[in-house]
């Protein structure tokens, strides 16, 4: 039976964000979390192979313990087991030092096909897919729009570049990253969330996987926020009675400045 | 005595919400304009396990609680009534009695496609002159060896264009009264058996109100639903339950067009302000979220009395009674809160408002909800 | 990994039928900026190239800022792969030691940039929009990149100290190219590289165009949105949205009228859309309008009627004939676009 492993985060919905304009932070309570969309797409087209051709579903994620609340919702998707990786060692992480981890927790366990959404909504860097596919050794594509066929040999799958698409073929196994149009995701069923609070959680700290502090969270993170800060939003409008030719020099200055468009 | 929903009901708030918001809103006014029966969403919900939520999982349910289905007929409700009512009766009024007096061989048989949504039920009881007197039942079923010959008719069933099973009420014994009522199950497609007009309604249009019309329908004694004269109190213990699915109903109208309404009065701006702004508006809001609150707690109160296998017989009625009359207060206030524009059908209201009428008659009008809630009060 | 030991601007140059993407263009243009920026670091703009390309080409690379370009030779190698790129590139950098490596935020540069970083076991930083050298210590080469996250809401200067190279994809379409100058002659250093031993377990099938897909207005990043105001004239909006890259919708008075199809109605019967700039035209503010747009992060609104209720969601408002500013604004785009460089 096929093994598939996929990667989901929870996020906050950055959509739903408010900015607190005197300190220049985002205001984080209150905001909903969800499951990556990259991720849950990823999710399902993994469900959709088991429909078709049989396959055990594992799902990955690496977060506080609240995370948990989200494998229960995979449960109730379809997840066949559900991890969590947990530990207050493994926060404060970047890209690199989350692959890390979730590379060391991969290598104990059996697959043949590992899926990792394309980015997340908060961080936004497509990182950790190449990296854990790195740290593990396995062939990469990334950017799949479309799984067009899948054995314990080889996959083939859909990219999507900015011009084109390229059908590509890797061997087995290997790790894929995936675009939130690969699938819509399904809707939980009823019966699966009512089964969804009895199922184990598997829950993975370093006391599991002995990896030394400078390989993980804030130590083990090459790069570091030095700060942050929001981008200034009017809502005040200026109104402006110009000349036509001045009205669309003052709107092309207006999209370039706040870098709507492209130079 | 705990107000917080448990970790599964939460979660199935949840997937209602979703679920209610992106397929079944988008088809709520091509529904009732086009008094179309809303087959795909059936369809959909019958994927998802929401066609059998209270039903245990070996009947082809899905093992939920009567308050989690309720939940989902208050959602379902909120954006199309006639989804939400499907729904309902399809559970409370088709899988319920077949789960409580059924067979193992007639819940094997006809409550497992049920649950599982594989076929859709409906209920039969009222007749054209039969309607709150329910005892004046005309139909006949005459026991002829291993058959009962049934003759009659039924007006104004829920589901009745679409529905493969049908729990239906005959009488068995004319010297008998009320305990010459039998319950009988019976299949679309069984010779004697027909469809008859559909009603065109001022409300949940999407909703298929049809004739039953029984011409000599010989029917195999063994769909017999309990026991011969014991029929009326099956009707009327159904119906107890199918109350409080309606009470949501009703719930579900009342809150969707609140929503509506206070989403339009903090944009709308006239003499210079939002409407949110003035009292008037304020006060009517208020007024109405705490009415709405009320009846969901009688209605929430009543299913979780049914989940603990306590009478709740008058707290349904109460429910009904209850949510009918706020959800005709909500529809008319929120309409008028959007003025002109809730008049038209740019804006939901206009239905939600000849939507919530409905709610005060089926399933048993106000004035029986009364009767029962006085009969338990006086005896 | 010793810090000192690293040094100059590298640059990846993305290439694709003998042409530079413009993405790496502008690149080198920032690392010409950076190391103009801190004359005291002697840096050199280094361009790194993978493939087999034209002479001209290589000129092109030096005439738009590159001291040297290091060109690994292959012809197998203008067809990407990750294993070979990475295993080359990681080559590359054992040996000659950059400092700072900048690499195109393109799907190429998403796909190699982490999976290079990692084998080098150095940190990455995604899709900056602005770069700068540590403003605090006049001498070092340490890079402060600024980038956006939580979906834009919040922007981060990111910092590494303690790894080289220092790593960072850049968003195209942000920096700026540095002004050809055929004058310039840099250093060309051709290595004819092997790929004997390097098996790549993933192979290109085929190749497929994209077919311009039916829209989803609710995905665009901008969208031009004509009313009633702007009559028939919805060609003028098409001209300035292609010239833009955005999307055109209407409000419900235009699809009523016919200008336009229902799905791409924005508002309270239509679509409910939040993109990264609405631009209305020739739209009066209904209520009903508003309910489908006031999310979107910059409203633009031109309208001839300066009390239209549109002004008070904008955040620019224009009091004027849409019909006579779009094209316009075209016309601009289109200069902007096509000045010299």
Known sequence: ?263 | ?379 | MNIQDYKDLYVFIEHEENKIHEASLELLGEARRLKEDRPSLNYQVVAVLLGEVSEDLLFELAARGADETVYLHHNKLNEYSTLHYTHLLHQMIEERKPDIFLIPATVLGRDLAPRLAARCDTGLTADATKLEFDPENPDSSLLYVTRPAFGGNLFGTIINETKRPQMTTIRPGVMDKMQRNPALTGKVSMQDVSLDGLKDPVSILEVLKKDHMAVDIAKADILISGGRGVGDRFDLLRECADMIGAEVAGSRAAVDEGRIEKDYQVGQTGKTVKPKVYIACGISGAVQHLAGMEKSDYIIAINKDPDAPIFQVANIGLVGNALEILPLLTKEIRNYRERPS
């Open chain 1, 1 to 263: 039976m096929m093994n598939i492993v996929v990667l989901l985060k929870q996020v906050p919905d950055t959509t739903e964000m408010k900015i607190d304009k005197e300190k220049g932070t985002l205001i984080r309570a209150g905001v909903p979390t969800i499951t990556n969309p990259d991720d849950l797409a990823g999710l399902e087209a993994a469900l959709q192979i088991k429909d078709r051709q049989g396959a055990k579903v594992t799902c990955v994620t690496m977060g506080p313990p609240q995370a948990e609340s989200m494998l229960r919702e995979l449960y109730a998707l379809g997840a066949d087991e559900c991890v969590l990786i947990s530990d207050g060692k493994f926060g404060g992480a970047d890209t690199w030092a989350t692959s890390n981890t979730l590379g060391a927790y991969l290598a104990t366990i059996p697959y043949d096909l590992i899926i990792a959404g394309r980015q997340a909504i908060d961080g936004d860097t497509a990182q950790v897919g190449p990296q854990t596919a790195e740290k593990l050794n396995l062939p990469q594509i990334t950017y799949v729009d479309e799984i067009l066929s899948i054995s314990e040999e080889k996959i083939r799958v859909r990219k999507a570049l900015e011009n084109r698409y390229e059908i590509l073929e890797s061997e087995m196994p290997c790790l894929i990253t995936t675009l939130s149009s690969i699938a819509k995701p399904r809707y939980m069923h009823v019966r699966e969330i009512m089964k969804a609070f009895d199922k184990p959680v598997t829950v993975i700290t370093n006391e599991h996987l002995q990896l030394e502090q400078k390989d993980i969270g804030l130590k083990g993170s090459p790069t570091k926020v030095k700060k942050t800060f929001t981008k200034e939003v009017h809502k005040n409008s200026d109104v402006l009675t110009l000349e036509p030719k001045l009205a669309a020099a003052k709107i092309l200055d207006v999209l370039l400045e706040n870098q709507f468009i492209g130079k």
């Open chain 2, 1 to 379: 005595m705990n107000f917080e929903l448990s970790k599964k009901q939460a979660l199935s708030l949840k997937l209602f919400k979703e679920f209610s918001l992106n397929e079944v809103k988008p088809l709520a006014q091509e529904v009732d304009e086009l008094e179309r029966f809303p087959v795909e969403t059936v369809e959909k919900m019958a994927n998802i396990g929401m066609l059998g939520i209270p039903v245990p999982e070996n009947y082809g349910g899905s093992g939920g609680d009567n308050l989690t289905y309720i939940m989902a007929v208050e959602e379902l409700s909120k954006h199309c009534a006639t989804t939400g009512v499907i729904v309902s009766a399809h559970t409370s009024l088709a899988c319920a009695p077949l789960l409580a007096f059924g067979t193992e061989a007639q819940k094997e048989k006809y409550l497992l496609p049920l649950a599982s949504g594989e076929k859709l039920g409906a209920f039969g009881l009222t007749e054209p002159n039969a309607g709150s007197d329910a005892a004046m039942q005309q139909t006949t079923a005459v026991k002829e060896g291993d058959f009962y010959r049934i003759n009659g008719s039924k007006i104004f069933i829920t589901n009745g264009g679409y529905a493969d099973t049908f729990i239906i009420f005959a009488m068995t014994d004319k010297q008998k009264g009320t305990r010459g009522i039998s319950a009988f199950i019976v299949e679309k497609g069984m010779e004697g058996f027909s469809i008859g007009k559909t009603e065109h309604k001022l409300g949940i249009k999407g909703s298929s109100t049809t004739e039953l019309i029984f011409t000599d329908l010989m029917l195999p004694a063994e769909n017999l639903l309990g026991q011969e004269g014991k029929g009326f109190g099956i009707a009327m213990k159904t119906l107890d339950g199918g109350r409080i699915g309606i009470a949501a109903q009703a719930l579900g109208i009342a809150q969707g067009d609140l929503d509506e309404a206070i989403k339009y009065v903090k944009e709308r701006k006239q003499f210079g302000k939002p409407l949110s702004a003035f009292q008037n508006s304020q006060f009517q809001i208020a007024d109405l979220q705490t009415k709405i609150d009320a009846a969901r707690l009688l209605t929430y109160r009543a299913a979780v009395l049914k989940d603990e296998g306590k009478p709740y017989s008058t707290e349904a009625a109460m429910a009904k009674l209850y949510a009918s009359d706020i959800s005709m207060e909500s529809t008319r206030i929120s309409l008028q809160l959007l003025g002109g524009y809730g008049y038209t059908r740019e804006y939901p209201l206009e239905r939600m408002f000849r939507d919530a009428k409905i709610t005060e008659i089926y399933e048993g009008t106000s004035e029986v909800q009364k009767m029962v809630i006085a009969a338990s009060l006086l005896k």
